[in-house]
Nanobody
């Protein structure tokens, strides 16, 4: 079992930045990949970014490339999502997930409770 706790969401103006954190605990060795997904009002949940615990390879959705950076601190079992140049389309609930990898929800077995990010103009 793996527990994930997100933090760092909030309200930010267009063009601003936020950093999300996801602290993982439990049997994390069974989950080689950590990812962030998001769900905007009235839309399906979508992939944002992923990182491999070992090696640190990263993957991004086209919509966030060049603006968002995913990173990890293995010693703290924590994954971060640095979000820059935010715009209204980034407003969503952001979820941390742990699993085998890829950009499909079904590949992730464990999910956090979500943290709200709201970008105001």
């Amino acid at each position: 079992q793996v527990q994930l706790v997100e933090s760092g969401g909030g309200l930010v103006q267009t063009g601003g930045s936020l950093r999300l954190s996801c602290a993982a605990s439990g049997r994390t060795f069974n989950t080689p990949t950590m990812a962030w997904f998001r769900q905007a009002p009235g839309k399906e949940r979508e992939f944002v970014a992923a990182i491999i615990w070992s090696g640190g390879n990263t993957y991004y959705a086209d919509s966030v490339k060049g603006r968002f950076t995913i990173s990890r601190d293995n010693a703290k079992n924590t994954v971060y999502l640095q979000m820059n140049i935010l715009n209204s389309e980034d407003t969503a609930v952001y979820y941390c997930a742990a699993g085998s990898g890829g950009d499909y929800e079904v590949m992730y077995d464990y999910w956090g409770q979500g943290t709200q990010v709201t970008v105001s103009s």
